[in-house]
């Protein structure tokens, strides 16, 4: 306790002690701070060379471990883990591979399910990668195959047809066996329609498969007859007359006779037998038809058939028949008294 009453002075309070001057208190906290920073530096480049040194290891070894993994196989896990090395050696390279691998075994899976459009766009977009080319004709094979089993359905059978002839001389086994069928179905439609010939070619190419040989036989007409089987009244006469004798050959024959451009007479003679007509006297001209089957007159023997212009002296294209004789056309192999000029159906 402080006496009050003493009768002596209390002395003043010792003075604070002088700061220390601003610089010499920097220079002396500057000194022990740059042994700190100097140490954390070293620290610190010690740390980061040791991390980049680590981080050098920890990518060579996820390369090494996407390597192996593309080579296995595992083209997801090469991709997963070759996308988390950037630019790191040839990374951006090797995640493409392992990229068109895995689009690769995705379109594979997409063909083997029978998506071939899908597989399609995939094989296009791989360009060359590995077999995709081979795979990209496949897939169009099978699409193309697709709707030509399509057309079938739908009764477009021409259409059809072209496409299972194209696939089959390009390799693909399965349309070779819808071409016959498509062929027949299309004879079959003919017959029904009443074009009886078109169905005989049909059937006839067919050959033996199915009942085509009989279908084929169910197409032809027999054989007429030997008789008139047209006669322009106009040309009617009791005093000359036009016999064509077949006695001696072996085939049936279909004849036109014309007087200029007007059609006399139509006749169907028999091989081994002989006709004879009444006619005015005039030039006349006479065409021959031949062959085997017969399809009746507007088909005639099809295009199987032989046609000719039968010739007389020679070269000439007609006869003069004369009033009161008998004008007998030979058409015997041997001993005939006239030649023929070749034409066809269309112009008969």
């Not at 003493?6 to 208190?25: M, T």
């Not at 996308?83 to 075994?105: H, I, M, P, V």
């Not at 003069?320 to 192999?333: F, G, R, W």
Request: glycine letters at 8%.
């Amino acid at each position: 306790m402080l006496c009050t009453n003493c009768g002596a002075d209390v002395p003043n309070s010792a003075p604070a002690p002088a700061q220390p001057a601003p610089v010499q208190a920097q220079k002396r906290k500057s000194n022990k701070t740059a042994l700190i920073v100097v140490g954390a530096i070293v620290l610190i480049a010690l740390l980061v060379a040791g991390g980049f040194v680590g981080f050098s290891v920890y990518r060579s070894s996820t390369y090494e471990k996407a390597m192996a993994m593309l080579q296995s196989g595992d083209y997801q896990g090469a991709y997963d883990t070759f996308g988390k090395l950037g630019d790191y050696e040839d990374s951006a390279d090797q995640l493409r591979l392992a990229k068109q691998w895995l689009d690769y075994r995705e379109a594979r899976i997409l063909f083997d399910t029978r998506d071939f459009e899908g597989a399609l766009l995939t094989f296009q977009e791989l360009g060359d990668f590995e077999n995709s080319g081979d795979y990209v004709k496949a897939c169009e094979m099978n699409l193309d195959y697709l709707q030509a089993l399509s057309d079938f359905e739908n009764s477009l059978y021409d259409e059809a047809l072209v496409i299972f002839i194209r696939l089959t001389d390009e390799g693909f086994q399965d349309a070779k066996t819808w071409i016959s069928k498509t062929k027949y179905t299309i004879a079959d439609e003919k017959y029904q329609g009443g074009d009886l010939y078109g169905a005989y070619k049909g059937f006839k190419e067919l050959g033996s498969y199915e009942d085509s040989e009989g279908r084929k036989e169910a197409c032809t007409t027999a054989f007429p007859d030997t008789g008139v089987i047209y006669k322009d009244s106009d040309y009617g006469s009791t005093r000359s007359q036009i016999t064509i004798d077949s006695s001696k050959s072996p085939s049936s024959s279909y004849f036109k006779i014309y007087h200029d451009t007007t059609l006399v007479a139509v006749l169907w003679i028999n091989g081994g037998e002989k006709l004879t007509i009444d006619a005015p006297p005039a030039d006349y001209s006479i065409k021959q038809a031949t062959g085997d089957p017969w399809f009746g007159e507007e088909i005639l023997f099809g295009d199987e058939g032989y046609y000719e212009v039968i010739l007389f002296d020679g070269d000439k294209e007609y006869f003069t028949l004369s009033d009161n004789t008998i004008a007998t056309i030979s058409l015997s192999v041997s001993g005939a008294n006239t030649g023929s000029k070749e034409t066809d159906r269309t112009t008969f």
